[in-house]
């Protein structure tokens, strides 16, 4: 099992940027295959973007590529995600999640709330 810690939220006015971080507890860091989502008010929980173990294949969903870069560190068992340029439609609840193949299983974490003004 893996617990996983996001931070890094707030708010910020469009245009601007944020980090996001995500800390893992296993030692087992580098096994996952390692996910943000976003969900906000009124909608469901989307994809965002994901990268594989060794941070040599990322995904993003359309509405930000170009604009955020997912990237991790496996020795500090941590995720990131740099978002630049952001939109007051990227407003939501960021979640962190680390799927592991072996167990076909998500893991997650509690969420940072990402609030972009315009």
Avoid: H
Wanted: proline fraction near 2%; hydrophobic fraction near 35%.
């Amino acid at each position: 099992q893996v617990q996983l810690v996001e931070s890094g939220g707030g708010l910020v006015q469009a245009g601007g940027s944020l980090r996001l971080s995500c800390a893992a507890s296993a030692g087992t860091f580098s096994s996952y295959l390692m996910e943000w989502f976003r969900q906000a008010p009124g909608k469901e929980r989307e994809f965002v973007s994901s990268i594989n173990w060794s941070g040599t294949s990322t995904s993003y969903v359309d509405s930000v590529k170009g604009r955020f870069t997912i990237s991790r560190d496996n020795a500090k068992n941590t995720m990131y995600l740099q978002m630049d340029d952001l939109k007051p439609e990227d407003t939501a609840v960021y979640y962190c999640a680390a799927y592991s193949v072996a167990r076909v299983y998500r893991y997650w974490g509690q969420g940072t709330q990402v609030t972009v003004s315009s």
